[in-house]
């Protein structure tokens, strides 16, 4: 199981980003898929999960109305559209996968991809 995550960079305030989860080595319809960031200092935490198998999405408070999660099952890839980005989004976000829905809840995920680094400036 590999997870490839990409896309971060230097956006100022109100920008916009799309993160991608390139996945491969299992059954995309069948794993949930979530975005996960820690801040410097702070602890990870969950930011939108999917479930690709009835496209159930989660999203944190602290991003409602702003991201967007969505996939592409040909390409067997997830994506974090992120608008209106603030400084507190500032963060290394990663993407994991995991069959049960539940673990990508409690950040409890099977596989983790690598970071990607979001950096909102003021």
């Known amino acids: 199981v590999q997870l490839q995550a990409s896309g971060g960079g230097l956006v100022h305030t109100g920008g916009s980003l799309r993160l991608s989860c390139a996945t491969s080595g299992f059954d995309f319809d069948d794993y949930a898929i979530g975005w996960f960031r820690q801040a410097p200092g702070k602890e990870r935490e969950g930011v939108s999960c999917?479930?690709?198998?009835?496209?159930?999405?989660h999203y944190a408070d602290a991003v409602k109305g702003r991201f967007t999660i969505s996939r592409d099952t040909a390409k067997n890839t997830v994506y974090l559209q992120m608008n209106s980005l603030k400084p507190e989004d500032t963060a290394v976000y990663y993407c994991a996968a995991d069959p049960k829905l539940g673990k990508i809840l409690n950040s409890n995920a099977d596989y983790w991809g690598q970071g990607t680094l979001v950096t909102v400036s003021s």
């Open positions: 999917l479930s690709t198998w009835n496209d159930i999405t």
